[in-house]
């Protein structure tokens, strides 16, 4: 299975300021996933990010507030842009490094933010 | 749309079993379960295909019910390392790689 580190582990930031997140895997993989967990709370997927293509956001997340870049097959950003508090949140990425026809995510130890 | 999960917490002693549900209204392509512990990465346990099939971890296994579009993951003979809050996640037919995942089942094993 493909090993995912991300940076930073956490931060602290200043509302109105942004942050870039930064998710590396140790293999070449075709889809990457960011998702958002606030703290005890389940796993909601921001947007999917296939190299080569435009980031795909799911309902509710769009591409000013957290732009994603996807420049080679292990490498992947997210932005959180114009940060409020509501934006403390943990951020995850995943990879999809599954077998046949089963679609296997691994995920990262996410960055947790935490906005004033 | 996300899956329900059930129960919301469960407590066991060490040996005991546990039985967690995940059910979606939608038909499903496969489902996943993961492990988090606090502050660490969700792990991968298994992962359930529509077929019926039923898969084991050690002394974790699942099942999954396509025509009522459930899963359950049992806990057999628990362990302290099985403390954690599982997520099941739910592809649905379309298999676009997305999942939805449930909101979480906490597991506490006690000494």
């Known amino acids: 299975s493909a090993v995912i580190s991300q940076k930073p582990s956490r931060d602290i930031c200043q509302r109105g300021t942004s942050l870039t997140i930064q998710c590396q895997v140790d293999s070449q993989v075709t889809m990457m996933f960011w998702y958002r967990q606030q703290p005890g709370q389940s796993l909601t997927l921001i947007a999917t990010?296939?190299?080569?293509?435009?980031?795909?956001?799911e309902s509710g997340f769009v591409i000013d507030k957290f732009p994603i870049s996807r420049p080679n097959l292990t490498f992947s950003t997210l932005t959180v842009s114009n940060m409020s508090p509501e934006d403390s949140s943990i951020y995850l990425c995943?990879?999809?490094?599954?077998?046949?026809?089963?679609?296997?995510?691994?995920f990262g130890a996410g960055t947790r933010l935490s906005v004033l | 749309q996300q899956p329900v999960q059930s129960p919301q917490a469960v407590i066991l002693r060490e040996g005991e079993d546990a039985v967690i549900n995940c059910s979606s209204s939608?038909?499903?392509?496969?489902v996943h379960w993961y492990r988090q512990k606090h502050g660490e990465a969700p792990v991968f346990l298994m992962i359930?295909?529509?077929?019926?099939e039923q898969k084991g971890h050690d002394k974790i296994s699942a099942s999954f019910n396509e025509k009522k579009q459930q899963s359950s993951l049992y806990l057999t003979a628990s362990q302290l390392s099985y403390s954690g809050t599982y997520f099941c996640g739910t592809e649905i037919e379309s298999n676009d790689y997305k999942l939805s995942f449930g909101a979480g089942t906490t597991v506490t094993v006690r000494a």
């Open positions: 939608k038909a499903l392509y496969s």
């Open positions: 990010a296939n190299q080569g293509s435009e980031a795909t956001y």
């Open positions: 995943s990879v999809e490094d599954g077998e046949g026809t089963k679609n296997i995510q691994y």
């Open positions: 359930l295909l529509k077929g019926g």
